[in-house]
């Protein structure tokens, strides 16, 4: 009975395809949108993830997130190297400068200046040139899409490619020079702003006069301590602000979600995903169902069972659950691999395959139970209608 | 075993339909008797309960009063579960617009009654074949039902019918649709074929073109059988 249930099902190609389009809809809707969504909201803590060394970021215990910069005092990375547990502590600036492209424009950059002795902080992937190569004479190291996109040069001829800024160009930031010794690869920023890397004393040289600069002090726990300890040795001695760097993802997470229209848009856009597909997979299957209530009453007026019909509908339902998610969920990887070079932030966790697997689930059992309930309450005596 | 013998005995069967504070008698009392080996027809006004008389015989409509055994076996007391399996397997159907699945093809249309009696799949089918080719429709076993005309159609619903060997066929105007020559010929198949000393046929029809099918022609008229003539079938 199961194939007689899968033909009644198949065998009305319009209202086949239109339950699979509908459940497709949802599941493409739904899967794409929560990955642009975790995509965006994973590079609002890209600069924490691309500095894996140190276990705990030290700052003012007023800042929110990673780009709310609240300046400390350069002694205060004394103080953080005197606390009990403290293995190493390094200085870390981050800033917004404006570098001064060939055509006379500016370009706001993410500037982070790195401890001039050990470099700690560097970018995780280097393309072209050496992190070492920072120690040479004004240098610094642009990330490839910067270098490719925002900081290119001007055409050759009007209407021509832009020159990707290379290794020994020269650029100005804040009026002072500024040479390329190195191309990298970090994770994309919020802003989509380029990335600089460069050493401390000289990202607070290319910074506005401010008597405070030290951003961060970046801190590597000794071995065997307990980071939550030492965090909390650290703020109870210094008054500064201590988390791990999952805590300080958390907390850049965080704000993003409560203080942005951010999760609301794309709430909204998944919901919407799930509404239109339930109301087209929904309303298409009990149309199918309704269509085929005569059949359903001859096969229980032939002998076939309440059970029977229910089963044959859940498999209906279930074949056509499987092929509308995995529709959806292919189409919205294949929208993320083709854009995968792309300023489209696009990141597709196994959360949101489940997350939009149980959307789908919740789809077609509500779509089933509708059916269902009306073919349970069918008389068989409908056959004799005619 | 008082009805020993008889395929239906009906004894003073009443059912009334219930709609909102309006309640309609459309059996008044039905005493009726069908034999093995007989091809019975009701026949009456359209109204007059002969759809319910059958939906009452064919256990798809329970009776309020009265009672009515089939082959000894009253469905009326059977659980829903038991009801189901002994209409299954003992009672096959004609209904007047064929009821074919649309999709399926002429073969798995008729070898839904065998799966739902957990027939296994390859014997469903060669059980099937073996009917269609009674029927005349050997070779039209890959078609599907709107590929056939609607005498052919009505053969495949007698086909569906027969596969699973029931003892009690119900037809419900197996010939309204269909024109004379093709209602006669729908007619001899299902004399031809269905008609055995051990299974009994009721029609329900209101095509006089085809009462001389009939071995017996209960009339009916409000709810009640007013006459019951016998006559030699051809």
Same mark, same amino acid.
């Not at chain 1, 001007?154 to 009026?175: A, H, Q, S």
């Not at chain 1, 189409?331 to 995968?340: D, I, N, V, W």
């Given at each position: ?9 198949m ?22 949108q ?8 994973t ?9 894996s060394?140190p ?10 997130f990673?780009d ?8 205060e ?19 917004l400068?404006?570098?001064r492209?060939?055509?006379?424009n ?14 700690i902080g ?23 899409v910067g ?13 021509g490619?832009?020159?990707?800024l290379?290794v ?18 970090v994770s994309?920023?919020f802003?989509?702003?380029p990335?600089?890397?460069?050493t ?10 401010e ?11 000794a ?9 909390d ?6 008054g ?7 805590q300080f993802k ?14 609301i ?25 309704l269509?085929?209530?005569r059949?359903?009453?001859t096969?229980?007026?032939?002998g ?15 074949v056509?659950?499987?092929i ?42 509500l779509?089933?139970l509708?059916?269902i309930r ?8 409908i056959?004799?209608?005619? | ?9 009906c004894?003073g069967v009443?059912?009334t339909?219930?709609?909102g504070?309006?309640? &309609?008698?459309a059996?008044? +009392?039905?005493?009726?008797? =069908? %034999?093995?080996?007989?091809l019975?027809?009701l026949? *009456? ?10 939906s ?9 009063e ?10 009326r ?7 189901t ?5 003992t009672?096959g ?12 093809s002429?073969l798995?249309?008729?070898?839904v009654?065998l ?13 099937a074949?073996? &009917?269609?080719?009674q029927? +005349?429709?050997g070779?039209? =076993? %890959?078609?599907l039902?709107?590929q056939?005309?609607g *005498?052919?159609?009505?053969r ?9 060997n029931?003892r009690?066929?119900?037809?419900d105007?197996?010939?309204?649709a ?29 095509d ?8 017996r ?10 006459v ?7």
């Amino acid at each position: 009975m199961y194939a007689i249930a899968l033909k009644m099902l198949m065998g009305d190609r319009g209202k086949y395809l239109g339950i699979i389009m509908g459940l497709t809809f949802a599941s493409l809707l739904i899967t794409q949108q929560s990955s642009i969504f975790t995509g965006l909201m994973t590079r609002t803590y890209g600069t924490i993830s691309d500095l894996s060394l140190p276990d705990i970021w030290v700052m003012d215990h007023k800042v929110q997130f990673i780009d709310d910069l609240k300046p400390l005092q350069d002694t205060e990375l004394y103080r953080i190297r005197s606390v009990k547990g403290v293995e190493w502590a390094v200085p870390l600036y981050k800033g917004l400068l404006k570098a001064r492209l060939d055509n006379g424009n500016f370009q706001i950059c993410n500037v982070l200046g790195l401890d001039d002795a050990t470099l700690i902080g560097g970018p995780p992937m280097m393309i072209e040139g050496s992190l070492s190569d920072l120690r040479r004479q004004d240098s610094i190291i642009v990330n490839d899409v910067g270098a490719n996109t925002r900081l290119a040069r001007p055409p050759k001829e009007p209407g021509g490619k832009r020159i990707p800024l290379k290794v020994g160009d020269v650029l100005e930031i804040n009026d002072r020079r500024a040479v390329v010794v190195g191309i990298c690869r970090v994770s994309r920023t919020f802003q989509s702003q380029p990335v600089i890397f460069t050493t401390y004393t000289r990202a607070t040289s290319f910074a506005p006069r401010e008597r405070k600069l030290l951003s961060f002090i970046l801190v590597k726990a000794a071995a065997g301590e307990d980071l939550n300890a030492l965090c909390d040795r650290i703020r109870k001695g210094t008054g500064l602000a201590a988390y791990t760097a999952q805590q300080f993802k958390d907390l850049t997470y965080n704000f993003y979600m409560k203080n942005t229209g951010i999760p609301i848009n794309f709430g909204i856009a998944v919901a919407l995903g799930f509404l239109v597909g339930t109301a087209i997979a929904g309303q298409t299957f009990y149309n199918f169902t309704l269509e085929n209530l005569r059949y359903f009453g001859t096969l229980k007026a032939m002998g076939a069972s309440n059970g029977m019909l229910l089963r044959m509908i859940v498999l209906q339902a279930l074949v056509v659950g499987a092929i509308g998610y995995g529709m959806g969920v292919g189409g919205a990887s294949l929208f993320g691999f083709l854009l995968g070079g792309t300023e489209l932030s696009f990141r597709l966790t196994k959360e949101i395959l489940y997350l939009s697997a149980a959307a789908i689930i919740i789809i077609i059992v509500l779509s089933a139970l509708i059916s269902i309930r009306r073919v349970m309450k069918l008389e068989p005596a409908i056959v004799f209608k005619s | 075993m008082r009805n020993s013998g008889l395929a239906v005995y009906c004894n003073g069967v009443i059912k009334t339909y219930t709609t909102g504070q309006t309640k &309609v008698m459309a059996l008044r +009392g039905i005493d009726l008797d =069908v %034999r093995t080996g007989e091809l019975l027809m009701l026949v *009456g006004p359209s109204g007059c309960g002969k759809t319910t008389l059958i939906s009452v015989v064919a256990g798809i409509l329970d009776h309020d009063e009265g009672d009515c055994l089939v082959f000894d076996k009253d469905m009326r007391a059977m659980g829903q579960r038991k009801k189901t399996l002994y209409r299954g397997s003992t009672i096959g159907f004609v209904f007047q617009a064929y009821n074919l699945l649309p999709t399926l093809s002429v073969l798995e249309n008729v070898t839904v009654p065998l799966l739902i009696n957990g027939e296994s799949r390859g014997m469903a089918e060669k059980k099937a074949h073996d &009917v269609l080719e009674q029927v +005349g429709l050997g070779d039209k =076993v %890959r078609s599907l039902p709107s590929q056939l005309s609607g *005498g052919q159609q009505q053969r495949v619903a007698i086909a569906r019918a027969l596969v699973h060997n029931p003892r009690l066929i119900v037809c419900d105007e197996p010939t309204s649709a269909l024109d004379a020559d093709t209602g006669r010929m729908v007619m001899e198949v299902l004399r031809g074929t269905a008609l055995s000393s051990d299974r009994a046929l009721i029609i329900v029809t209101h095509d006089n073109r085809i009462f001389n099918f009939a071995d017996r022609i209960a009339r009916m008229d409000d709810g009640r059988i007013t006459v019951i003539e016998s006559q030699v079938a051809h």
